[in-house]
């Protein structure tokens, strides 16, 4: 009997809608007899918000709530928009999912391609992935000010870390990490500094490396980790950090392994509660939107992602294959969003066809 | 008549002495008649707590408070050595001096020298200062936790910032760009989640902006930033940024321009209530520390942001000027950090008298 996964499609912003076109194009294409996708389109976004001045109502909620799984391209309008000031798109879409539905993991690989020019002069074999908190830290909208405007104004912005929401996205990175060849996982944090979470952090993975004693373990302050990232990259299997540094060493990541249009990631919620929901790393880029010119690549990468997290990792794997295939082939002449993904969509399919 | 200068230093841990002694080296070989420098040495650091229990006294804090400025190397013992967890030394000796001292900028210029080899493929021209604010965000030690080390635990830690701390940095930053060739200010925050800060960062930059129309504004994202940082450096002029988004992106900025080994910084409280404090951005590197193969390069680097901080512009030129010559001339055979040290100083003093 076909399994039927039920596919809430948002679009959004900028590129957005041009890159998901191409990620559901190839993900239509590797689909096999047993596995029937059924999408249903949300327009949300910025544009949605200008318009109707909601930006995820209880009922837009409750609807994607319904599906098995979410695919997001990008949303935030122009920066200089007053009326988008303050991240309220970001914020009151994107972070209300994750928070909402609970994405306590929030996974984001790095690959150099052999293919694709890094900005690193000899970045060797990159192959790692960040584990990022999801639903704690710096993200949790726990700050406030008073005196706003005055000369006497203080703000204030409050981390807040838990035993519970530490413990179980550690858990996933060791898991993750028992289950790759190198076996290596670091804590990114800044314990030096934050003493409470990062002593929270570092007695939490303390505790469950006694579990894992195949997995060798290493810490590093998040300041450090950077130097280390574009000096030898090779060097990092699974990384897992809090929700702040994690969101800004992925997009450091994205930069050495040759661009942050081919950074995908998944914000999951592992216990299956909720839709898990995939995106690109990129933002929606209102500059180069509507022009055919934006990458596809990292919504692609992003299906990958979905695909595995549905228990097809043989899907997955032909995705990103036939990816790796196109970066390899791509030329110097300019091709369009959709002819990057009809090139992605056809060696995928006949990835599929000939397994 | 000669003007003297009391000079604390402290050379604290692992390379730290070395490298001071490096530094020291080159100061006295630029002196002129007419500039006493006067020092006094301070043991402190991981070695001196070990031995006594004291990490900074009241009494080493007055007695430090007597200066006109501090050169320090580097604090820190081996991080794996349990008395040491938790960033004690560093809270409670670097931390504790740049509060106490109110060194409300922190800062640290980053330039690409053309003769040394940086991890990016093609830096370009790199010349940018990071003003980091020194004296307020999550690193105010604000935080705590409850039910520690049981499954209830929670742990915060806490931004603050002000208006009076953030505006007086802004200031500077600004008061810097507008002395610089390209005039251009880059605020880096993550105003789309942390709203109550980020607010205050943006509105303290729109309005000092108004008083220096001279000076061209932008903003970006953190994470933003270090894609930037790494694709196109030389876009950077002035970055004025948090504690911690400082601490994080001069990291990185050390990085790109050919290692932390180059990196200098000041820690200055410009109103001059306290002695500005002057040392390299790496740390005590104990693994290596003894074995003269530490570069005594950042350290030196800080002699210079000292002797300019004094109004000296011209004998820092002379330091800056010297290490440019020995990194050009840098062959491949490996030299002694003293021996490095014997080049600058030499170099250095030649500029002197000859100008
Ligand atoms: C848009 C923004 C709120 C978001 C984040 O900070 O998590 C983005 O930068 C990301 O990394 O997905
Ligand atoms: C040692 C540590 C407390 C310090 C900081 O975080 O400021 C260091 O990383 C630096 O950048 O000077």
Do not use: C
């Not at 830290?137 to 000369?151: E, L």
């Amino acid at each position: 009997m076909a399994q039927t996964i039920k596919l809430a499609v948002i679009r959004g912003d900028g590129i957005g809608p041009e890159v998901v076109d191409e990620a559901l194009k190839v993900l239509h294409a590797v689909l096999p007899a047993d596995l029937v996708v059924e999408e249903t389109a949300f327009s949300l976004g910025a544009a949605r918000y200008l318009e109707t001045g909601d930006i995820l109502t209880d009922d837009d909620m409750a609807a994607v709530a319904e599906h098995d799984a979410i695919l997001l391209g990008a949303v935030g309008g122009d920066p200089r928009d007053p009326r988008l000031a303050g991240g309220i798109i970001e914020r009151g879409l994107l972070l209300k999912l994750r928070f909402a539905f609970d994405h306590y993991v929030n996974l984001r690989p790095t690959t150099v391609y052999s293919s694709v020019a890094s900005p690193l002069a000899d970045p060797g074999e990159v192959d790692f992935v960040v584990v990022r908190e999801g639903t704690e830290g710096p993200y949790v909208g726990n700050g406030g000010a008073i005196r706003v405007g005055t000369p006497h104004e203080i703000a204030t912005e409050v981390s807040i870390n838990t035993a519970h929401g530490v413990e179980r996205v550690v858990r996933y990175a060791f898991d993750l990490a028992s289950r790759r060849p190198r076996k290596h996982l670091t804590l990114v944090h800044k314990s030096n500094v934050l003493v409470n979470a990062g002593a929270l952090w570092q007695r939490t993975v303390a505790a469950v490396a006694e579990e894992h004693p195949d997995v060798t373990v290493d810490y590093q302050h998040v300041d450090a980790v950077t130097i280390h990232m574009v000096r030898e990259p090779g060097r990092f299997d699974v990384i897992v950090t809090d929700n702040l540094f994690g969101d800004i060493i992925t997009d450091l990541a994205g930069a050495i392994s040759g661009g942050i249009g081919l950074a995908a990631s998944g914000n999951i919620n592992p216990d299956g509660t909720f839709p898990s929901m995939f995106e690109p790393v990129h933002g929606s880029a209102p500059d180069i939107a509507g022009q055919q010119v934006a990458d596809p690549t990292a919504a692609v990468l992003s299906v990958a992602l979905l695909l595995d997290h549905l228990g097809r990792a043989d899907l997955a794997a032909a995705v990103t294959q036939a990816v790796e295939a196109d970066l390899a082939s791509r030329g110097t002449t300019p091709r369009s969003t959709a002819e990057v993904g009809d090139a992605i969509a056809a060696a995928a399919a006949a990835r599929t066809t000939t397994a």
